[in-house]
């Protein structure tokens, strides 16, 4: 965890030792808890910063690496059309995930792919540079449930 959220302080900063612990996203062996001992607002502001952290990249970003990408790749006698369909797939494809996951993805697609690539061949890679916080997304969600249906609050929760 402390090498992902290193890239993004916000995340670091809204993750109290406690939280960490109890998120466990060094292991993705996880048992949901009978309660909660986080109080639900530091949940709520863990969450948020993850939710902000795994926010969509940019479409005039990702258009231009997609591009830059399948350029390196080129296919003799594709009209247009179809080209502009693919780069919609491309786009469709990995436009949910973050610019900090899919930078590096892009890079080693480009080193490594010997053959043209396809988009799970970026989005793969871009996924497991997110999984920590995307676990961390998940189990934030669980514990604000459970919390509530222990019928929670702040003050319940303090420690």
């Given amino acids: 965890m402390t090498e992902l959220t290193n890239q993004h302080p916000p995340v670091e900063a809204a993750l109290s030792p406690t939280l960490r612990r109890t998120l466990r996203l060094d292991t993705a062996a996880w048992t949901v808890p009978l309660t909660c001992p986080i109080p639900v607002t530091e949940l709520e502001q ?78 793969q890679r871009a996924a497991e540079k997110a999984r920590t916080l995307t676990n961390a997304r998940a189990r934030l969600r669980i514990l604000l449930r459970v919390a509530a249906a222990n019928g929670s609050d702040v003050t319940q929760n303090a420690t």
């Fill in 46 to 123: 863990g969450l948020r910063a993850v939710e902000t952290a795994l926010a969509p990249v940019a479409p005039g970003w990702l258009a231009k690496q997609i591009a830059t990408l399948l350029l390196t790749y080129q296919v003799q006698g594709m009209d247009k059309e179809a080209a502009d369909e693919v780069f919609q797939l491309w786009m469709a494809a990995l436009a949910p995930m973050p610019q900090w996951a899919l930078s590096p993805a892009f890079i080693e697609t480009a080193r490594e792919a010997r053959f043209r690539p396809v988009p799970a061949d970026v989005y």
